[in-house]
């Protein structure tokens, strides 16, 4: 076990906290493990997990401490302070830090905490270069090569000539060129294409890359060809479909995470009856009405409106007029339901998984899963018990 999830309260100091919470997110271990599982038989090759922002709302530390125990010895992150805040908490496995880095007080940090950074100019490498000259120590670098996405990224067209350069500056390692697919099965042939020229080119000049890696979830799914050296699943690894395209892919997949809430208040309204802001929901009957502490703080699109499926014990109930901040409403009517019971507002398959919540708001399941509150309580699970617990809430604000 890493340290991080050692350092845990026990399960029955967990369940006893968790009977004081209003909503909080549980994350089965277990699913991410069989997904990696999936992944990994797939492929072949090394897998980076992607945890950024995060872990997709799952809880960084927390899933990479897990992945880590299951063997997973590459991480990218998109925030620097999320590379250190793994680095800082002992897990083993090389970071990746896609972020932007602008003072000098960054550089020296990342060269110092070993984390490896993404760059794709000369000035930045320069920098990297400087601070390991400073601290004594070497900083490996994945250079980020732009093959038609047009984002971020040194051109195809310049890149060797400019790893080149980077590779020749002291102290400086060349770990790995990557670039990233557009998703477009016409395009990308082409792109894969030209990252192979960059490495070819390069082989050429005698500079040999240990990582050529573009494969995010989308082409593990579907691009065997841009598999390569190593892919960086974020979706899959959570067991998410992000489109219904990808499940002929064939992976068996368990969503790890679902969004549970309890009760707060039941009562009656009568036949005519209004419920929650501007009087979008008007009872067509009496009905037993029961308030969730769960809204859209904790990420549950406004868009879901008299849209939610919410299971309460084996029944699926809709959701009553608009979602509030901290309030979500169902109808609760010829069921046995009082407060301080759950209820899965979001569930890990069925009619309220995540897919199914954002087809019915309309957003990206992406946006989906990042927009979940860092500060809603995480619970995690392993074969069905609570092992580890992520409150932010508890430590930063009370
Ligand atoms: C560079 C890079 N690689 C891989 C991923 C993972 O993508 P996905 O969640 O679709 O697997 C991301 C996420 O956006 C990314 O930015």
Known sequence: MSKYL???????????KMEGYTSWLEIDLDSITHNLHEIRGRVGVEVMAVVKNNAYGHGLLPVAAHLSENGVSWFMVAKTQEAKAIRDAGIPGHVVNMDAVFTESQ??????????????????AKRLSAAASRAGREAKVFVKVDTGLRRVGVDHSEAADLIERVAALPGVTVKSIFSTFMQNPEQDGAMLKRLLEVDGE??????????????????VFHNP???LDMVRPGMSLYGVFPEAKDVASGLDLRQALALKARIEHVKWVEKGDSVT???????????????????FYDGVPREMANKGRIKVGSEYRGSLGSVSLNHYLLDLTSMEASPGDVAEVIGREGENSLVKMAEASGWMVYSLMNHLNPFTPRVYLREGKPVALLDLSQERLL
């Open 225 to 227: 060809e841009g598999w």
């Open 202 to 219: 390069l082989r050429d000049r005698g500079i040999d890359i240990e990582f050529r890696s573009m494969a995010s979830s989308d082409a």
């Open 277 to 295: 802001y501007w009087g979008r929901f008007i009872a067509p009957r009496r009905m037993r009405v029961g308030t969730l502490h769960v809204g």
């Open 107 to 124: 550089f020296n940090a990342i060269v110092k905490k070993g984390i490896i950074q993404v760059v794709y100019t000369e000035d930045v």
């Open 6 to 16: 050692d350092n845990q309260p026990t399960p029955s100091e967990i369940r006893e």
